[in-house]
């Protein structure tokens, strides 16, 4: 039903667009939201796109905008007159406008900061100066002030006034030093008596985050203390802005897709949606050329028992089981301590013993399970106890040593600074294949003598 | 900061409990949330642990209980006295109540449900009656509602009176039938004048979903449209209950870390953080003994080529970068396909086309490359033409097939109904390296003649 709503939506903004059906379309826009309408302009023609651009109010075209797939997003700010791009701009929150204007060419972006109040342009300035995942690359300058001696009754009336201020849950209450001392909501504005002092109700323990905190952090810390803004201060403790739960829901959403593209191999920049063939195989080549250096060193290794091979040509076969299996078992202890250190349920020395104890006995016993059945396979298959024997165990030293690998290998990287995730991808697969190769041969050649 | 803020939060509970300081304790709590709390239980000996849940206060001791790990979890329903576990349930909100009963051995849920009072138990079991991953398994019945002739004034007056609903964030209005026809702010009734009806200023294009929609389409709705709460209804359109930012979050982050044990070969029931070594070879032999079977096969058409390989035995050395390149790019093609069905950038046969014409080119650009790469390293190796152009071919076209294929299997998947995510764990990567060991063979004897 949702599904279909959302779907029945975007239709009707692609239908009534199709038709120049003016007043219908902008009633349409209304219900819609702003990525609701970037869908529908992906499948629209240019004239369509414009049309519809033309048709949109100058409060809700920036949101659009940002919304727009990178393509799209060209061609509009190509078409549209630096006066109303301008127009649209300034009716952004600041924050979706530094995002914005951050995802426009270099020329482009000049000459619309330019045009910009010189107070807009400062605090979009001041935005896009923050790196762009961290909190002060993702906050809003934009949250509701109150000293600590204002009334619950003087409160409601400042809120009154300024009612233009977006997605508002919290009151961030400040002393004479305009530092931040307090938090508070709405809701106990309503239920505490007109004349009590804001400080006298208002949580003192505000939890905060410094603008250079990472955007991962932030999300993980609203999510921790169900918060719905995270407040941003400087070194004096005071307020540079807020990042609201819809960027944390953002964030949490974006932090997954790189999780998956960093365990595909494809690197960070790719992006999977709007991108031509070519950006496609620039993103994913890297980990290729890595898996080609590597099993050019596999070659290399399995020629050393040439001669083994020449006479027992069937041990050929069993590369690939080794290989895969292998790799399997590595991933699967890599993805289970990654997901360990990122929940915090491993960190800095604590659980690191019990997990690798954990995986050492889990490797222990798919190492015997496994082994013993392709022994059995080998045997049956080839008879005689050589073949069985040789795979058999192979495969089983083959997956303790990945389970221990693909546990140890995230920890170490996590230590060095370096993002743990990365082992989840190819490199672990291909250094646990490389071992698995060569532990296959020496098993075959020393231990069964072929 | 950010993050040491909790881990010395955590840390003077821990600190506190084992010097047995039950004030400071106490106070300690009050800042902590119930993730911070069982956090620390996670660290204590078991006496600690009891001596710590004996001065949590009612109201957050099962929020706590919740939080725990599975093995705290068991431990400390089994040491407290029922009634205080009564109380305990007794102070939660219905929904967090529902998920905390139904983690509890099936004799203890039934001991403590047959002690709530009659309209509490039938809110609990309603809600343990829809499945886990759905809106209504998630949904809060706890919702404030009025009817659509209410005035600003008197909804503020009720709201007063109401205190007890957490995170009150919209009005849901209702009509004479109590169907849900509408939907407004806290914020909205402090900025219309008091007398205004609410029907007059209520948004009444609700979005709201049925008990039925899967929490994951919840969770997009509500980042799509920046919702703090979706309501669920009935097919009366009556209210039911809504769903909380919180819970989105929670969705959002549990969906992640499962696409990520799907991509890892890990099995859905999967606990990464608890479970014992037992439980984790269970939850990752499927795709294991998957991988054996496919790499049995491979080593019976490995072994077709028997005479093949006895003859020219540094053929089995390029197994491995056949596999591991193909693999690579069938899983990088795969998640990819499965991002852009996530997204909504490609659905119902929509973008289909264009995606896999990208997929095609950038497999044939990789086949090319990596193809003359590795017929470049061949060549030198092997003096010769035959070695070289047997490799570069079949890696050349092998790599094509990966990317097709790997685009191919998601949105079959998908259009069968099946999670296309299971295309990009082992399934993919294990067809692929079959596929191209299979092509590489028969490129090797058929066209080079070996």
Same mark, same amino acid.
């Given at each position: 039903m949702a599904e279909n709503l959302v779907q029945a939506r975007v239709d009707a903004l692609r239908r009534l667009t199709r038709r120049r059906a003016t007043k219908p379309l902008k009633k349409a826009v209304d219900k819609c939201s702003s990525a609701d309408v970037a869908e529908a302009v992906a499948h629209l023609?240019?004239?369509?796109?414009?049309?519809?651009?033309?048709?949109?109010?100058?409060?809700?075209?920036?949101? /659009?905008?940002?919304?727009?797939? +990178?393509? !799209?997003?060209?061609?509009?700010? &190509?078409?549209?007159? #630096?006066?109303? =791009?301008?127009l649209w701009l300034e009716a952004m929150e600041p924050d979706d406008e530094a995002d914005l204007v951050a995802r426009l060419p270099e020329g482009l972006r000049e000459r619309l900061l330019s045009r910009l109040e010189a107070a807009e342009r400062e605090d979009v300035e001041e935005l896009l100066a923050w790196p762009e995942d961290s909190a002060g690359g993702i906050m809003s300058p934009v949250a509701f002030r109150v000293h600590e001696n204002t009334t619950c009754r003087e409160a409601i009336d400042?809120?009154?006034?300024?009612?233009?201020?977006?997605? /508002?849950?919290?009151?961030?209450? +400040?002393? !004479?030093?305009?530092?931040?001392? &307090?938090?508070?909501? #709405?809701?106990? =504005?309503?239920?505490n008596a007109p004349s009590t002092h804001l400080r006298e109700f208002m949580a003192a323990d505000v939890m905060a985050v410094t603008p250079e905190t990472d955007q991962e952090q932030v999300a993980r810390l609203?999510?921790?203390?169900?918060?719905?803004?995270?407040?941003?201060?400087?070194?004096?403790?005071?307020?540079?802005?807020?990042?609201?739960?819809?960027?944390?829901?953002?964030?949490?959403?974006?932090?997954?897709?790189?999780?998956?593209?960093?365990?595909?191999?494809?690197?960070?920049g790719a992006d999977p949606?709007?991108?031509?063939?070519?950006?496609?195989?620039?993103?994913?080549?890297?980990?290729?050329?890595?898996?080609?250096?590597?099993?050019?060193?596999?070659?290399?290794?399995?020629n050393l028992f040439e001669g083994t091979l020449a006479q027992n040509a069937m041990l050929a076969g069993f590369i690939p089981v080794v290989m895969g299996l292998s790799g399997n078992v590595g991933i699967q202890a890599a993805t289970i301590t990654v997901r360990n250190l990122a929940t915090g349920h491993v960190s800095a020395g604590e659980g690191v013993a019990e997990l690798l104890w954990k995986e050492g006995r889990a490797g222990i016993l798919m190492g015997l399970g496994f082994g013993l059945l392709l022994m059995a396979w080998g045997t049956l298959r080839f008879p005689g106890w050589q073949v069985g024997g040789a795979v058999g165990a192979s495969i089983g030293l083959a997956l303790i040593g990945a389970a221990v690998l693909g546990a140890v290998?995230?920890?170490?990287?996590?230590?060095?600074?370096?993002?743990?995730?990365?082992?989840?991808?190819?490199?672990?697969?291909?250094?646990?294949?490389?071992?698995?190769?060569?532990?296959?041969?020496?098993?075959?050649?020393?231990?069964?003598?072929?």
């Open positions: 023609t240019r004239p369509e796109t414009l049309f519809l651009f033309d048709r949109l109010s100058d409060d809700v075209a920036g949101d /659009v905008m940002l919304a727009l797939r +990178e393509s !799209d997003l060209q061609f509009v700010t &190509g078409e549209i007159p #630096l006066e109303r =791009l301008t400042a809120f009154q006034e300024q009612a233009d201020v977006e997605m /508002v849950f919290y009151l961030y209450v +400040e002393n !004479d030093q305009d530092q931040l001392v &307090g938090v508070t909501s #709405l809701r106990n =504005l309503l239920i609203a999510a921790r203390y169900d918060l719905l803004a995270v407040p941003v201060v400087d070194e004096a403790h005071k307020l540079l802005g807020i990042v609201t739960i819809d960027d944390v829901l953002d964030v949490i959403a974006e932090e997954a897709a790189e999780d998956m593209m960093v365990m595909a191999g494809v690197s960070e949606y709007g991108e031509s063939a070519i950006e496609a195989v620039r993103s994913r080549a890297r980990w290729l050329l890595v898996t080609l250096v590597a099993g050019v060193v596999m070659a290399e290794v399995i290998i995230p920890l170490v990287l996590d230590r060095f600074g370096i993002d743990p995730a990365v082992a989840t991808g190819p490199f672990v697969t291909t250094l646990v294949d490389l071992i698995a190769i060569a532990v296959y041969f020496t098993v075959c050649t020393t231990l069964f003598g072929f």
